[in-house]
């Protein structure tokens, strides 16, 4: 699929395999360069399936679908333990999840049941025939939440569990905001949760975004010179897409498989650059053993004196495919998103349904305190909204603000809400809209100077920093006390 493009955009990144999700489509690409949980061969639990409702909030709905989760039960104490729920979040779920990394570091410790619940509309957990509007607007998070709670409730019914048996939710990225979500609507269902880099607070032009980008890349290798360089190339850039008849040589300097025609097309193409950068810093040197790049690496690439002006500096990263899809036609883009086939591996048609209906984090090239030009704004995401799906320009504000409203948002209930942590990291650009500093003597925040998004949740590795080896044994601590409590 050519797709391709944007996406950065569309954010999150991925825990798809189960990785927090929030970057998109081009990052699925990039996966196959990063996306690696641990290069171990490990032997996975089987899938098993879930009979789930399809719509918890019309009960004359009575229609179910096979909800996937996955469960390991080999360090459960049956009479005691602990359950740990990793959720499932914008993308297929990796079974993975709940045989290593933090949770299952804990589960062995804490001598927990670990489960998976994979999230409705992603995988193969597919409540629908297909992705068309028919079924796709029961794709939100107030849907997701149920099925959670009704995930919990059956199982503790078909293992036996008692009071004794708490329950922990975890989740990285998206999914780390329903973990959060999921304590504060449902307390009853969850003890607490471990919220990783979780974006509670919806925002319809996060412009923040890149304004933590550029902050991280200052402090790579030669950090405020890649800044200016990248700025230096981009209002080059910028003022190249604003004048169509530079168009013709735009397309051979970035080699483009389809040319530009409209102004979307300039704005893709900005946008499509920028996540060369948005993308690395987002998953910096992360625990997972496999940097092709960081941003030490793009940056000695920006900072390169050999290679003529900057802007052909950005073409010469743009020639690695690990990082540029060189077909950013708006067109493609919205083709591509207005597929309704099933496809377990893609997530990015539901996702982008998911910010313009609920979520916006639209990030754009709006703030002043950042070198990627101008040109994407809310402007294009809300015409991607509109084409592929129908949404209005008044729309999209009005749902991101109904979905502050009924979860709070930052401004959640602070004495009402006990037992969340949020672990954060300081280069992650989505932490902007997380908790980053404790709220309460039970609503924490863990706060890593250094790490990239959902740091905390990988496994351990001998190169991890000694404030990400800290936060974890913090984020035990915490948990540890939770679980003392009777
Ligand atoms: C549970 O996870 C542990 C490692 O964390 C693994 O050794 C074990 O095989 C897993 N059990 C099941 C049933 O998958
Ligand atoms: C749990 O689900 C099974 C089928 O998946 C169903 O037979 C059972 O009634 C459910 N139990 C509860 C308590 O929801
Ligand atoms: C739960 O209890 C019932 C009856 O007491 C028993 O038949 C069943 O095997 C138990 N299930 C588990 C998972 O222990
Ligand atoms: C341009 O892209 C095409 C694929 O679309 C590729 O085959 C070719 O090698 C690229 N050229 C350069 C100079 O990167
Ligand atoms: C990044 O990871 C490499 C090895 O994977 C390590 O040598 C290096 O110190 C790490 N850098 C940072 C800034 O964490
Ligand atoms: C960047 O990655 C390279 C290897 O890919 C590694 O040698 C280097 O230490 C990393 N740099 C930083 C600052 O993390
Ligand atoms: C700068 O770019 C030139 C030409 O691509 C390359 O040979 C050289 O190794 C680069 N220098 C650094 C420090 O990356
Ligand atoms: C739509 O997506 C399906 C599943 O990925 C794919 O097989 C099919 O070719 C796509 N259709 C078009 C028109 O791209
Ligand atoms: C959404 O909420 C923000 C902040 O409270 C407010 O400024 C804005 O006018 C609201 N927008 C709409 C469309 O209600
Ligand atoms: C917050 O929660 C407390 C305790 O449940 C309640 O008394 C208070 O009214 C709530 N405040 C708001 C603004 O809802
Ligand atoms: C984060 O670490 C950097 C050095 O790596 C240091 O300069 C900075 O003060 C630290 N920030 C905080 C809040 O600890
Ligand atoms: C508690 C804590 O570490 N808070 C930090 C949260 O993040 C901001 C920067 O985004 C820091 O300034 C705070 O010190």
Redesign the pocket.
Known sequence: ?K?ETLIILLFFLSFSHSLPTFLRHKWLQREKYFRHLSSQDLKLPKDLWFTQSRDHFREVDTTTWQQRYWVNDSFWDKENGPVFLMIGGEGEADPKWVVEGEMMVLAEKYHALAFQLEHRFYGKSQPGADLSMDYITLLNSRQALEDLAYFRMNMTTKYNMTDANRWIAFGGSYPGALAAWLRMKYPDIVYGSIASSAPIQAKFDFYEYFEVVSASLEQARNGPACVAAINAAFSLLNKLILDNSKWASLDKMFNLTVGLTTPEDGKMLAMSLAGIFAGIVQYNNDSRGSAVYNMSLLCDVMTNDSISEPIDRLAHLSRSPALFDNDVSFQDYV??LS?????P??GDRQWTYQTCDSFGYFQTADSPHQPFGTLFDTALYTLICNQVFGFTEKDIPVNVNNTNEFYGGLNFNKTAVTNIVFPNGSIDPWHSLSVTANVSESVTAVFINGTAHCANMYPANPYDKPQLVAARKEIDAILGSWLAKT
């Open positions: 699929m797709a083709k591509f597929n309704v086939t099933i496809d591996a893609q």
